[in-house]
T-cell receptor, first 116, second 112 residues
Framework: AQTVTQSQPEMSVQEAETVTLSCTYDTSESDYYLFWYKQPPSRQMILVIRQEAYKQQNATENRFSVNFQKAAKSFSLKISDSQLGDAAMYFC?????????????FGAGTRLTVKP | DAGVTQSPTHLIKTRGQHVTLRCSPISGHKSVSWYQQVLGQGPQFIFQ???????GRGNFPDRFSARQFPNYSSELNVNALLLGDSALYLC???????????FGQGTRLTVV
């Protein structure tokens, strides 16, 4: 079974600085999808960024980028120019390939605090 | 366009009771999934429904059941509630074949 591990329960960053959140996963599959979701106090999970395992190029979405290391089974999220609105729980998630498969495995999350 | 809507937002039930949670997907989304998020943990997959049929099931007891209606809305039912069922229940919808799931704001269930 696939498992996702987030080893940092809490992280803190100064506004405008850069922070990296770590995620490792375990799988025997060669093709899969990885995601970072943000969950603010409103509770709604919001997709931050996604990565297809077959793509070697790291995904980037504005201030958010990932460092995908397939051999090491590592998928870290870098937030540049941190803003107060980035404060939230961040979850790393794994999804197996398969048509319309929404069985995602989530890590335990990292709580990010942004200091003004 | 409205996002994924869930009702109710909060619910308090007594041990042994039954509960029904509801989810309306984004217009055009035919796939609905349910997740349980216990406090301090990440969401855990319960069910996926597509075209009114169960397409996937997580490691949950038979007390948990769900269904999807012709308009693609969905209900999650939990029988014989236990204290451990207290959690945030999240619904997610997606287009057929899409890798992106859109989540609702969840229903906070407290079992006392």
């Amino acid at each position: 079974a696939q498992t996702v591990t987030q080893s940092q329960p809490e992280m803190s960053v100064q506004e405008a600085e850069t922070v990296t959140l770590s995620c490792t996963y375990d799988t025997s599959e060669s093709d899969y999808y990885l995601f970072w979701y943000k969950q603010p106090p409103s509770r709604q999970m919001i997709l931050v960024i996604r990565q297809e395992a077959y793509k070697q190029q790291n995904a980037t979405e504005n201030r958010f980028s990932v460092n995908f290391q397939k051999a090491a089974k590592s998928f870290s999220l870098k937030i540049s120019d941190s803003q107060l609105g980035d404060a939230a729980m961040y979850f790393c998630a794994y999804r197996s390939p398969g048509y319309n498969n929404n069985d995602m495995r989530f890590g335990a999350g990292t709580r990010l605090t942004v200091k003004p | 366009d409205a996002g994924v809507t869930q009702s109710p937002t909060h619910l308090i039930k007594t041990r042994g009771q039954h509960v029904t949670l509801r989810c309306s997907p984004i217009s055009g989304h035919k796939s609905v999934s349910w997740y349980q998020q216990v406090l301090g943990q990440g969401p855990q997959f319960i069910f996926q429904y597509y075209e009114k049929e169960e397409r996937g099931r997580g490691n949950f007891p038979d007390r948990f059941s769900a269904r999807q209606f012709p308009n693609y809305s969905s209900e999650l039912n939990v029988n014989a509630l236990l204290l451990g069922d207290s959690a945030l229940y999240l619904c997610a919808s997606s287009w057929v074949g899409s890798t992106e799931a859109f989540f609702g704001q969840g229903t906070r269930l407290t079992v006392v």
